[in-house]
Nanobody, 124 residues
Framework: QVQLRESGGGSVQAGGSLRLSCVASPNSYRRNYIGWFREVPGKEREGVATIFTSATGATIYADSVKGRFTVSHDTAKNTVFLQMNDLKPDDTAMYFC????????????????WGQGTQVTVSS
């Protein structure tokens, strides 16, 4: 059973925008951190942004994306979004969402459920 499914990736030019979506199963979504991570070949998976799926929707961002990316959620649809603006070539990566009750939300190690990923490519 698929717990998480990402969509919305694509190819854009530098300065462009994309909006990623992560649809979660109800059990994966409820009162959990939903995190966005990215990975490029040869590098470790990097935390990008997370949101806690409560009414407060507390968010955490990596320094590299602050001011450009926004994470949000729609509780009625069990969906988390990542709005990415002012994209740069360095943002090129496979983007994954993950769900879990974790201690360090921007670190991938404690997350138990992962999606298959969606590719984002930013050209200069």
């Amino acid at each position: 059973q698929v717990q998480l499914r990402e969509s919305g990736g694509g190819s854009v030019q530098a300065g462009g925008s994309l909006r990623l979506s992560c649809v979660a199963s109800p059990n994966s979504y409820r009162r959990n951190y939903i995190g966005w991570f990215r990975e490029v070949p040869g590098k470790e998976r990097e935390g990008v942004a997370t949101i806690f799926t409560s009414a407060t929707g507390a968010t955490i961002y990596a320094d590299s994306v602050k001011g450009r990316f926004t994470v949000s959620h729609d509780t009625a649809k069990n969906t988390v979004f990542l709005q990415m603006n002012d994209l740069k070539p360095d943002d090129t990566a496979m983007y994954f969402c993950a769900a879990g009750a974790v201690l360090y939300p921007l670190l991938p190690g404690d997350y138990k459920s992962w999606g298959q990923g969606t590719q984002v490519t930013v050209s200069s």
